[in-house]
């Protein structure tokens, strides 16, 4: 039931764009995005609903599809300070929620 | 604001000693609590989840177990330490169910040796 993320691990140069992807096999009612740099708390970005659209923070949106039980974090021109872990944490029936397997993101100058 | 406190920050324990790890939130009424395990590079295993005083979810079974004796504290604790337990401990709290965003403590970092 837990989320898989692809890809692992991504590696961009300051201004490239990043997609990271957050697939489940269940229905899903919600998907969050969280950002966890290394020995720090996560960090939440956004949340998506069913039946919500597209989010967007600063550089960083997402996207829900609910028929393919998926969601997509979009970073566009990245800064170093994007740099960390991304979680996606999926909302399942019956209150289950599970967070996803990790995308680490390196931006090098 | 909203504010979440977990303490110790830090600790060493031997195998089979005991665990108490708190966590308070401030700036908000009956929210719901969580507790999580993070293994060394890996992700966010939920072990514990509350919707109020005296209801606990356990969602692994292991050698832990939560209490929430006041609104806004939630306690992890084990009577037994086993090397597995060593990882990062983080406590989140939350407005309502899975369908809003949570927000974590600053974590403790637990070394079981």
């Known amino acids: 039931q837990q989320p898989v993320q692809s890809p692992q691990a991504v590696i961009l140069r300051e201004g490239e764009d990043a997609v990271i992807n957050c697939s489940s096999s269940?229905?899903?009612?919600?998907v969050h995005w969280y950002r966890q740099k290394h020995g720090e708390a996560p960090v939440f970005l956004m949340i998506?609903?069913?039946?919500?659209e597209q989010k967007g923070h600063e550089k960083i949106s997402a996207s829900f599809n609910e028929k393919k039980q998926q969601s997509s974090l979009y970073l566009t021109a990245s800064q170093l300070s994007y740099s960390g872990t991304y979680f996606c944490g999926t909302e399942l029936s019956g209150n289950q929620f599970y967070f996803g397997t990790g995308t680490s993101l390196t931006v090098i100058p | 604001s909203q504010t979440i406190h977990q303490w110790p920050a830090t600790l060493v324990q031997p195998v089979g000693s005991p665990l108490s790890l708190e966590c308070t939130v401030e700036?908000?009424?009956?929210?719901?609590l969580y507790w999580y395990r993070q293994a060394a590079g890996r992700g966010l295993q939920l072990l514990f989840y509350?919707?109020?005083?005296?209801?606990i979810s356990s969602e692994v079974p292991q050698n832990l177990s939560a209490s929430r004796p006041q609104d806004r504290q939630f306690i992890l604790s084990s009577k037994k330490l086993l090397l597995s337990d060593s990882g990062f401990y983080l406590c989140?709290?939350?407005?309502?169910?899975?369908?809003?965003?949570?927000?974590f403590g600053p974590g403790t970092r637990l070394t079981v040796t």
């Open positions: 700036g908000t009424s009956n929210p719901n």
């Open positions: 269940k229905a899903l009612y919600s």
């Open positions: 509350s919707v109020g005083i005296g209801q």
């Open positions: 998506l609903l069913k039946g919500g």
């Open positions: 989140a709290w939350s407005v309502g169910g899975p369908s809003y965003e949570q927000y």
